[in-house]
């Protein structure tokens, strides 16, 4: 073999863990308009977002979610990629689904049930626009 | 081995384990070929008895060539009827030993050998080339699409949250979740093979680092290097070599639809893990009060918590009293963990579930020493994969 190969990329495996719907969710996400789905028949919405329906199988319609939510648990991380301490791993309670997030304060500052709102954020690395959760002024 | 009207009753006749904690200068194949020879030696039985291997992945974050099963047989010297591997996360050597016992029953063969090894806790310490970099973003893709891009690359954080829920809606104080490894130390105490022997108490817990809030250091179970090996023979064949053991009695397996974080699910609930124990104890046709020992998965202090919760031990946010009481202590109304757990004896997942069958297997042959817990007869095996997203449970009975 000649020369090296180029480093791996941080994003492979993850992107190809991404069904059709997971693609929707990012390409949503990256337009600041972050979405799941909900089913035409039953009526749920669920996060993750699905193809068809977990519960009753039938089609599923992009629904917006809510920019303002709570903190329903959150943690720092001592080992990780990306977004190691101090910085917040976070679920956050908007309407009817949890999500994960990043939480925009340090991790003394936060407390279950705060109000957040959301806040997409472009993460370099993976290209990915993910989720950050600021809580609302005390 | 299709078209009998019959199962044979499938039965541990053996076990072997390596010592749990550092193996630096070994190979998973070491640990395990290691712990089949203990196995193979308690039970009387030669290698070339063998007529099947069953195992399960190496480890995480160490790349494994194909057909390793076919390469354990060429270091055994020996020809099969049999060579399966099974991966499913922290229950892959439990699979790998349902798996086994599956084709006892069946009567396809009547020796197996179950063997579950991992040896890479230097992968984190010494330095990655490209390779093992790749291997890491393969890892944190297990986290799935939905937590993999926040960069998560171990469980540890995950159980976090689903802990700060547990003692915020329970109102378990750190004290009591810093309970659960001082109990777990003393049964480890009396394990030769347990890799952290040495008593601690809560303000011991309490003050070791906080690697994930609200999860300290003594919280969690090591990971660990270390080989199990189960010799998985007919009831028949036990019969007609004056065998004794551990039948295998009844199962039951749950797997919850999320990976990791069940969101929009309770963090503290897992149903599915009470659905499984409910169906290993219809099929072996008994009830949680007949069970005299349990090994219980619990990677950390409070999903150990939540998980005898699930099972129906207790009820929702009663472990830690129960716990702090005594109750699942060696000696206690409802033993669990008499190894240590994984907290104490320490937990190279891989290899985690075979050293819970071999716990159980002492117990009920009564090679347990210090830890031994008089009288067992029937016990009970819990491993789960993700974070607690599934279960596989065993009932063992003693056989003789």
Redesign the interface.
Known sequence: MSGSPPAPSPAKYLLRELDVAGHEFYRRLAEGRPATTRCESCARTGFPPRLRCSGCGGRQSWVELPGQGRLYAFTTQETALRFRAPAVLALAELGEVVVPGIALAAYSELRIGQEVSVEPRPEPETGLTLLAFRPAAA | MFGSDRLSRPVVVGFGATAIGRHPERTPNDLGLDALEEGLGRAGLAGAEVEGVYLDPQGYTRAQPPIRPQRIAERLGIATRALVEVECGGTSALLAFKAACQDVALGHLEVAAVIGAQCERRA?TAGMD?GD??R???M??MY???????????A??LY???A??YM?QHGASPEAVAELPVRLRRNAAHNPRAELREAITVEDVLASRM?????HKLEAAPWSDGGAAAIVVSEGYARRRGLAGAALTGWGERHD?ANY?P??KE?TRYPWIGEATDEALARAGRSRADLDVLEVYGAFAAAEYMTYEAMGLFDPGEAPAAVARGETAIDGALPINPSGGRIAMGHPPQATPLLQVGEIFDQLLGTAGGRQVAGAAIGLVQSEHGMMNGAGVAILERFQ
């Open positions: 984190f490209a970099l790749d890491i973003f393969l944190n893709a799935g699409p939905w937590l993999g891009p926040y960069g998560v690359v171990a540890l954080p976090a949250l689903c700060q829920r915020h690697v994930s809030p609200p999860i639809d974080v969101f929009g963090l």
